[in-house]
């Protein structure tokens, strides 16, 4: 059954964003209709695709209105569309305030199934405020179909808000014919990475939570024991307090501060290991993507990161803020190329199995479908 599906999602660089787009994309290479509603263009939704379609919200600037109405515009798009295009269903990315519009949408046009994702940060840090969680609550409970993506975000989630209704599972994933291991060696020589280097790499949005200082303080001490370059790719808050550590501990020469990019897959390709030591992480999307260009892992056993690296096998993982710990499980990996190279081989198949992109596109397929055959 070929449907109409609307997606509602944050465009810019994140989990969440990227997960749903690529989700459109997969979604219209099987003959769905995609309707993408957001504030911009989704940043990877790079090229022109005769099924996908996309619905800018704008919010106009009046001056009887203090703050710029986000939600309303949002919720008054979705019932446009849904209306004209005859949406069979609304995926909504975050329950808040995606769902909340959604809902509000629904009330407008009279009938609008709803599919909402949890993709964790609506929960791990709204759901600990109390003026919003009786808000995400709303929004779980107006839709007809909620998923997170980890088991561990929906244990968080019921012990958070306390919700009645079912959440199901459906991880996250890549679209393996971009996320693949290739030949970048260029790339090493534009960073002037040398042939013994080992490299490291860490990817994310520099916020707090990632807690990249611990990447560079276990750096370190890998450095002290074997030839190594960092590279820290992304962007964020705690940029300039990583670069005063990086100077501090004299690593300047050893670490390459990248900015944000594009070509992941091209900087995994030219990786040994990945390190993700977050103190909140409801799935780890660098992970995976790391995983399926061949680069093993080293994650904080927290969150959702246990059902993504499996500790000793397709990866390590470690305490939290215990850097000695990560600095040796690298140490082991770059010192000994069989472990290496199982874990790394390890590290493509779970890719393929238990994150095996047409596997998780079917599940959602699975679950537009129930909705649309009830309506
Ligand atoms: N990302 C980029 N460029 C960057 C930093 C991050 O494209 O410079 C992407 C990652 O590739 C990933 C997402 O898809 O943002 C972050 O996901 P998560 O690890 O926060 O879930």
């Known amino acids: 059954m070929k449907l109409k599906i609307g997606i509602v999602c944050y465009p810019t660089v994140g989990g969440s964003g990227v997960v749903a787009t690529e989700l459109g994309k997969l979604l219209a290479e099987k003959g769905h209709e995609i309707h993408f509603i957001s504030s911009s263009m989704p940043f990877r939704l790079n090229k022109v695709y005769g099924n996908i379609y996309y619905h800018e919200v704008s919010v106009n600037q009046y001056s009887v209105f203090q703050y710029p109405p986000y939600d309303l515009a949002l919720a008054s798009k979705i019932a446009e569309v849904a209306k004209r295009e005859q949406l069979d269903v609304l995926h909504a990315h975050y329950a808040v305030p995606h769902a909340v519009c959604a809902a509000l949408a629904r009330q407008m046009v009279g009938e609008l199934p709803i599919v909402t994702t949890l993709h964790g940060t609506d929960i791990t840090v709204l759901g600990y405020d109390p003026s919003l969680s009786d808000m995400i609550k709303f929004g779980i409970e107006q839709s007809d179909i909620v998923t997170a993506v980890s088991n561990a975000l929906v244990r968080q989630t019921y012990e958070l808000l306390e919700v009645q209704k079912p959440i199901h599972t459906v991880y996250n994933f890549v679209d393996e014919r971009v996320y693949r291991r290739r030949e970048a060696s260029h790339l090493r020589r534009e960073y002037g990475i040398g042939e013994t280097d080992n490299v490291i790499i860490h990817v994310s949005n520099f916020r707090k939570v990632k807690r990249v200082p611990d990447v560079v303080r276990a750096f370190a001490i890998v450095r002290r024991h074997v030839p190594a370059k960092l590279l820290l790719v992304g962007d964020g808050p705690e940029m300039t307090v990583v670069c005063r550590l990086v100077k501090e501990l004299g690593l300047s020469g050893d670490v390459r501060f990248l900015g944000k990019q594009d070509k992941l897959e091209e900087l995994y390709s030219i990786s040994d290991v990945m390190m993700l030591l977050s103190e909140k992480e409801s799935f780890g999307l660098v992970l995976l993507e790391a995983m399926a260009c061949g ?48 874990m790394a081989k390890e590290a493509v198949q779970t890719v393929h199995r238990k994150f095996c992109s047409s596997d998780i596109v079917g599940q959602y397929e699975q679950l537009y479908a129930s909705l649309a055959a009830r309506k």
């Open 295 to 342: 680069v093993p892992c080293i994650g904080t056993a927290i969150g959702g990161i246990p059902e993504v690296i499996e500790d000793g096998k397709s990866g390590f993982l470690c305490a939290l803020g215990d850097v000695e710990e990560a600095a040796q499980k690298a140490l082991a990996l770059l010192t000994d190329r069989r472990l290496h190279d199982e």
